[in-house]
């Protein structure tokens, strides 16, 4: 679904944060991206969704370049980015939040997809007429995934699910993360909690300075020497 090939990306011309990057999810698939902070990992995020401006190199959905395309155009082309600071928008109800999702989709479609919504986020039926801006750390990261959904995407980029969460709540959403996997649908998880990153992701790709030091099937990742010291704190 997802093929990144050779990416080079940054914010100043001829700054490179990322280099020669290249990897791949398929449909049903989750991959993470694990690294230490600056790393690149979000910026890998951006220059897929097309919010990074220099990047050079090949990133394609489904065999169709997203090259210079526009965020809306990226979007357009089946693919949602979860960002870090959620972007629900706080002044709006839980519902009208999850209506923006399902924007240009039949209504009748939109209910549908809204009552799907709740079932797989039953915190989110509770708060249904709340403002956004009401809800718990938690809940908004539940608003945001359901509301990326509701698009039904193919690509579905997920940058910093935990932060700022109680464990509890992390796991919570973690698991329902879980449920998504499978699903016709490729994910790219960001993520600093790298212990929950390997055992929700089919495979993984650790950026070291914007290059990709390594990557494995995330199963193998738990026991490589590397990853146990540097992120998993096993000397
Ligand atoms: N909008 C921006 N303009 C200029 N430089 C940026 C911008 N966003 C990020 N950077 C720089 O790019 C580098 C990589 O940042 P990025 O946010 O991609 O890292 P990260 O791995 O996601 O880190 P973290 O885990 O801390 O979020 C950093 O040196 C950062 O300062």
Redesign the pocket.
């Known amino acids: 679904m997802l093929r990144i090939n050779d990416l080079t990306a940054g914010?100043f011309p001829g700054v490179p944060?990322l280099a020669a990057v290249g990897l791949s999810a398929e449909k049903g698939q989750m991959i993470s991206v694990l690294?230490?902070?600056?790393?690149?990992?979000?910026?890998?995020l951006g220059a897929i969704f097309g919010i990074v401006p220099y990047v050079a190199g090949e990133i394609s959905l489904a065999g169709t370049s997203l090259n210079g395309l526009k965020p809306h155009d990226v979007a357009r082309r089946g693919v949602r980015l979860v960002p870090?600071n959620r972007g629900t928008l706080p002044s709006l109800s839980v519902h009208e939040n999850l209506l923006l999702g399902g924007l240009g989709l039949p209504k009748a479609t939109v209910a549908e997809r809204v009552e799907r919504e709740l079932q797989r986020f039953p915190r989110l039926r509770e708060r249904f007429t709340q403002r956004a801006g009401m809800l718990s750390g938690g809940e908004q990261q539940m608003l945001a995934i359901a509301r990326a959904m509701m698009a039904e995407p193919r690509l579905l980029l997920l940058d910093?699910p935990s932060q700022g969460l109680a464990p509890v709540i992390v796991e919570q959403i973690f698991g329902l993360l879980a449920e998504l996997r499978g699903a016709d649908i490729a994910i790219v998880l960001?993520e600093?909690d790298v212990g929950l990153s390997l055992e929700v992701s089919d495979y993984s790709y650790v950026?070291e300075k914007g290059r990709i030091k390594l990557h494995a099937p995330s199963a193998d990742l738990v026991n490589n020497p590397y990853v146990r010291e540097a992120f998993l704190g096993v000397a």
């Open positions: 914010y944060t690294g230490a902070n600056g790393a690149g990992k979000s910026t890998l870090e910093e960001v600093q950026l």
